[in-house]
């Protein structure tokens, strides 16, 4: 069993994961609608599930962007300078687990798209 710092689960979103999971497992449906609900949509769902064994096809006649709820909504707010990652790079004479100063580059969410900008354009003729 792993036994979690009690400051760590202070600052979880999560602070009883049991609890959550019991709930996602009892009334799926409604879970997942109020999971959606701290996203930000185009527009919103008819029907939260639609089963059909062996398919499932959730949030019918809904519309969202998940780039633009992953990046976008957060460019003029304070959560835009956080820290998004930290890409380490690993050069051929570099050995997997080993960091290395010089290759180690914070990325925070405001670069993120200029980075997948230029990403792509190495992909698009």
């Not at 790079?89 to 980075?115: D, H, W, Y």
């Amino acid at each position: 069993m792993i036994f979690i710092k009690k400051e760590i689960i202070e600052k979880a979103h999560i602070k009883d994961y049991e609890k959550v999971y019991q709930k996602s497992i009892e009334h799926p449906e409604a879970f997942w609608e109020n999971i959606a609900k701290e996203l930000l949509w185009f527009k919103t769902w008819n029907k939260v599930l639609q089963w059909q064994y062996p398919y499932a096809r959730w949030f019918i006649g809904a519309q969202t962007n998940i780039v633009y709820n992953a990046l976008d909504r957060w460019q003029k707010t304070p959560i835009a300078e956080k820290l998004a990652l930290i890409w380490i790079g690993q050069p051929e004479k570099q050995t997997p687990g080993s960091a290395n100063q010089k290759n180690k580059r914070p990325i925070t969410f405001p670069s993120v798209p200029l980075l997948i900008n230029n990403f792509m354009k190495k992909f698009v003729v």
